[in-house]
C-alpha cells in the first residue's frame, strides 16, 4: 500500500466533520438522557449525536471557574450539529518566499484549517458517533478523541469520527466515538499567582476531566461501555491525554482503562506563577489593572475585549514559538508537580498505553524564526541567544553551551532528519527544528517510557510518512492522516481499544517497548507501509534535554 494521497484531498475530505446537508438520513436515531429524548443523524452503518451540551455554560460568573456539571436532562432536543467551538486565539504559520511550492500548499492549507468558525464561550458540548445498530445492551470499547492545537485553538468538528466507527465495523471490531471541546488559551488555561490562590487553573483539563464522568454516566445510553474507555489524542490532545494520566496520584477513577498518544506526553512545565506576565498583559489590556480583584474583573470584561487581549500574546507560531504563553502549569491541585517529576515519582496511570510522534515534529514551528522583522537565526551566537531568552532563561551559559553540541550547526543532523544537506533554509532551520521537536515531543514521550517499562504494557511508534516533503518531511500533525485517513493506524487504535493490544489482522506485528529492547513501530510511505526499528536515536542529547528540563521547567 502506498501512502501518496495529498493532505489537501484528505484534510478537504476525511477530516471535514460531517454535516446535515451531507447525510444521507433515514428514521432519525435517538436516545434518552435522563427524562431527555435526544434526536441524532443517521448515515450509513453510523449514528451521530452532534452537539451534547456536558457542562453548563462558562460564561458570566463562571467564566475562569472550575467546570460545572448540568442537572439531569428533561429537556428533548436535537443533536445534529456540532456545536460552536471554543474561543480560538489568532495565529498563522509564517510563510516564507522561496520554499518549494508543494511545501507552500501544506502550509496554506494548515493555515486554512487553523480558521474555526463559529466560535463561543458557550462550548462545552460533546459528539458521540455510534455504530447504527447499537444499543444500550451493546457495552462496545469507546474511543475518546480529544483535539490538538497549542491549547491555543482547535475544536471538535474538523475531525469525522465516522471514519474510526465505520473503520472498526469493518475489522469486526466496533467502538463508540467520543469528541470533546474544552476551553483554550487564556480562557482554559489562565495562568497566575491570583488564578492559583482562587484554584482555578488548568481549566481546559478540568473540562475534559468533567465530560469523562459524563461519559462514565451516559455512554451506556449509546451503546458503549464506560468500563471499556480509552483515551485518545494528538499533540495538545495527546499531551492531555498524558496529564490525565499524571493527575490524582495516578488513579484513573474509572474514568479510562487505556491512553493512545499521538504527537505528545506530559510535558516540562513549571507552577502557574511562570505565566504571570501574561496574566498582567490581560488584566493591563482590557482596563482592570486597577480593580481590587483582577480575576474578578476578567470574568466580568466584556467577551470581544478579552479575546482582544488573548490575540495580542505569543501564539504557537509566534517567534518564541512552542515556549506557550497558554499552557498547563503546576496548579496545586490537577497538577501537585512538575508532570514529569510526578512520572519519575511513579504517580502514573496503571494502564495501558500507545505514545509514538513524526520524525520531524519540530519542522513546522521552525518558520517564526526565519525573518520575523530584522531577526533571523543564522548564527550560533543568535541560536544560543534564542535559546537563552526564550527557551531556558534561568540556565547557566555553560549548560546553553553543553546544549549546542548536542544539537550542533551540522545541518546534516538536522531536521528533517536523514536528509543530509537539503531542506537547509537558514543555517540554523534545521538545528532549532532538531531542538524544538525534541525538547517538547520525543524527550518527554522517551521518558514516559522507560520510567514505565515493566510496570504496564506500553507501544511507541514513529511517523516517517511525508519523509519527502521539502523543508517539513514527516512534519508535527502529519500522522493524523494515518488514522483519520482510516489507514492502518486506525486498525491498531482500534483493536488497542478493544482488546488492549494493537495487534491483529494483516498488519505488521508491534512488540511491545521494553528498556531492554526498546522496539518501536515505524510507519513508512511505499510499498512497505510499516517496519520495526529501536528507539534509540539521539539518545545522550535527549537525556540532556531531559535533565535540564527537570531542573529547570518550561
Not at 456540532?82 to 508543494?102: D, F, H, K, N, R
Request: one cysteine or more.
Amino acid at each position: 500500500m502506498t501512502h501518496t494521497t495529498p493532505l489537501l484531498l484528505l484534510l478537504a475530505g476525511t477530516l471535514a466533520g460531517a454535516s446535515a446537508s451531507t447525510l444521507w438520513e433515514r428514521s432519525l436515531p435517538a436516545v434518552m438522557l435522563d427524562s431527555a429524548t435526544v434526536t441524532g443523524l443517521s448515515s450509513g452503518s453510523v449514528n451521530q449525536f452532534l452537539g451534547i451540551p456536558f457542562a453548563q455554560p462558562p460564561i458570566g460568573k463562571l467564566r475562569f471557574e472550575l467546570p460545572q456539571a448540568l442537572p439531569p436532562y428533561n429537556a428533548s432536543f436535537s443533536a445534529t450539529a456540532y456545536g460552536p467551538a471554543c474561543p480560538q486565539q489568532a495565529t498563522e504559520i509564517p510563510v516564507v518566499s522561496g520554499l518549494p511550492v508543494e511545501t507552500l500548499d501544506y502550509l496554506t492549507l494548515i493555515n486554512n484549517s487553523i480558521v474555526v468558525t463559529p466560535s463561543a464561550e458557550d462550548c462545552l458540548t460533546l459528539n458521540v458517533v455510534t455504530p447504527a445498530d447499537a444499543t444500550p445492551d451493546s457495552k462496545l470499547p469507546v474511543v475518546v478523541w480529544i483535539y490538538g492545537g497549542g491549547f491555543e485553538i482547535g475544536d471538535t468538528s474538523g475531525y469525522n469520527g465516522t471514519v474510526i466507527v465505520e473503520k472498526a465495523i469493518s475489522l469486526g471490531a466496533p467502538v463508540i466515538y467520543v469528541s470533546i471541546n474544552y476551553r483554550l488559551n487564556a480562557f482554559g488555561f489562565l495562568a497566575s499567582q491570583e488564578v492559583k490562590d482562587a484554584g482555578v487553573g488548568n481549566l481546559g483539563l478540568r473540562d475534559q476531566r468533567l465530560a469523562l464522568y459524563w461519559i462514565q454516566k451516559y455512554i451506556c445510553a449509546f451503546g458503549g461501555d464506560p468500563t471499556k474507555v480509552t483515551i485518545w489524542g494528538e499533540s495538545a490532545g495527546a499531551m492531555s491525554v498524558g496529564l490525565h494520566m499524571v493527575t490524582n496520584d495516578g488513579n484513573p477513577d474509572g474514568l479510562f482503562r487505556a491512553a493512545f498518544m499521538q504527537s505528545g506526553s506530559p510535558l516540562p512545565v513549571g507552577d502557574i506563577s511562570q505565566g504571570q506576565k501574561y496574566y498582567d498583559a490581560l488584566v493591563s489590556e482590557t482596563g482592570c489593572l486597577n480593580a481590587s480583584d483582577t480575576l474578578q474583573c476578567l470574568r466580568e470584561a466584556p467577551y470581544e475585549a478579552l479575546l482582544d487581549a488573548v490575540n495580542q500574546s505569543p501564539s504557537l507560531y509566534s517567534y518564541q514559538s512552542l515556549v506557550l504563553a497558554w499552557q498547563p502549569r503546576v496548579d496545586g491541585i490537577f497538577l501537585t508537580d512538575d508532570p514529569q517529576r510526578l512520572i519519575q515519582q511513579g504517580s502514573v496511570a496503571d494502564v495501558p498505553f500507545v505514545t509514538g510522534e513524526c520524525d520531524d515534529e519540530g519542522t513546522l514551528f521552525s518558520f517564526s524564526t526565519l525573518n520575523i522583522t530584522t531577526i533571523s537565526l543564522r548564527t550560533d551566537t543568535q541560536f544560543q541567544e534564542y535559546v537563552h531568552t526564550y527557551w531556558l532563561p534561568e540556565v547557566p551559559s555553560t549548560t546553553i553551551q553543553e546544549l549546542m553540541d548536542f544539537y550542533p550547526a551540522n545541518i546534516s543532523q538536522g531536521s528533517p532528519f536523514d536528509t543530509g544537506v537539503l531542506n537547509a533554509i537558514t543555517p540554523q532551520f534545521k538545528r532549532i527544528a532538531a531542538f524544538q521537536g525534541d525538547i517538547i515531543f520525543q524527550a518527554p514521550r522517551r521518558l514516559l517510557l522507560q520510567h514505565r517499562s515493566g510496570k504496564q504494557p506500553l507501544w511507541t511508534y514513529v511517523s516517517k510518512r511525508l519523509k519527502t516533503l521539502p523543508d517539513l518531511g514527516s512534519f508535527h500533525s502529519s500522522d493524523i492522516l494515518n488514522v483519520f485517513g482510516g489507514e492502518d493506524m486506525t486498525s491498531y487504535l482500534v483493536r488497542f481499544a478493544s482488546t488492549l493490544d494493537p495487534n491483529g489482522g494483516t498488519d505488521l506485528y508491534w512488540p511491545q517497548y521494553t528498556t531492554a529492547e526498546p522496539t518501536m513501530l515505524e510507519f513508512l510511505d511505499g510499498s512497505i507501509p510499516q517496519s520495526l526499528t529501536e528507539d534509540t536515536y539521539r539518545v545522550e542529547a535527549m537525556a540532556f534535554l531531559t535533565n535540564v528540563t527537570l531542573a529547570y521547567p518550561l
